[in-house]
């Protein structure tokens, strides 16, 4: 195998004028609007779980006055609870996902409502990446994006949870590394790196819920998923 691809310069452009996302909105639609006159192919767009939540109608009412009221929902958006720990519940998701309160959020969101995680975040992306290619002919890839803690370190980062037209991992075993000496193990979740990039730009407060990633190495552009791709299997997990 040849050697690692990519090295090239990248360019991180926030979305701006998105504004707030209601149920039935077309994102794609809503991005031409904005962005439809600077996008370019191969463009990647990354694009936050909150708005495509919201226009995908995942949202539940929960009690405003109640700060616990959304616990239920944590519940049943769970397959299986894997720690408890004073309010905090670390689950698994139908996707296969690890984290906090089963992805179930009530911040950026009118009071008395909670977000949910999309149904088929890799559907999701793919829909938006259809949409912007009908309607402006720029063929671009999408990720959807969401904030998740990482187990062994603080703070939280933003990871891929959906993808479409990008690579999920970019497997570089069997490449040489700078010294010449062959990669046994390493696998990379370009998808990761992408969506951690865009928020930097996008930021948790700033009402900026898109951002597009220029100059993503060609090699990575290629049909992605996350759920098959970067959720690990069981059989493969050693603290589950």
Request: aromatic fraction near 2%.
């Amino acid at each position: 195998m040849d050697a690692e691809p990519g090295g090239g310069e990248l360019r991180v452009i926030p979305v701006r004028g998105i504004g707030e996302i209601r149920p039935g909105d077309v994102l794609a639609e809503v991005v031409a609007g904005v962005a439809g006159t600077w996008l370019l192919p191969d463009d990647v767009l990354v694009v936050t779980q909150k708005v495509v939540s919201k226009a995908e109608g995942r949202l539940s009412p929960v009690d405003p006055d109640d700060p616990l009221a959304h616990k239920a929902l944590v519940e049943a958006e769970a397959v299986r609870v894997l720690r408890r720990r004073g309010d905090l519940v670390m689950t698994e998701t139908r996707h296969g996902f690890v984290c906090a309160n089963s992805g179930v959020d009530v911040s950026n969101v009118e009071r008395g409502w909670a977000v949910l995680l999309p149904l088929d975040p890799d559907r999701s992306a793919r829909r938006i990446r259809d949409g912007l290619r009908a309607r402006l002919g720029v063929e671009v890839a999408v990720v959807v994006s969401d904030t998740f803690g990482r187990p062994w370190r603080r703070g939280v980062t933003d990871v891929a949870i959906g993808v479409a037209g990008l690579a999920g991992v970019v497997d570089l075993r069997g490449s040489t590394d700078a010294l010449g000496r062959e990669l046994q193990v390493t696998e990379v979740c370009v998808a990761d790196e992408v969506a951690a990039a865009a928020e930097l730009v996008m930021g948790k407060a700033r009402g900026i819920p898109a951002a597009v990633v220029r100059g993503v190495d060609p090699a990575f552009l290629r049909e992605g998923s996350v759920r098959s791709e970067i959720v690990r299997p069981h059989a493969e997990d050693l603290f589950r």
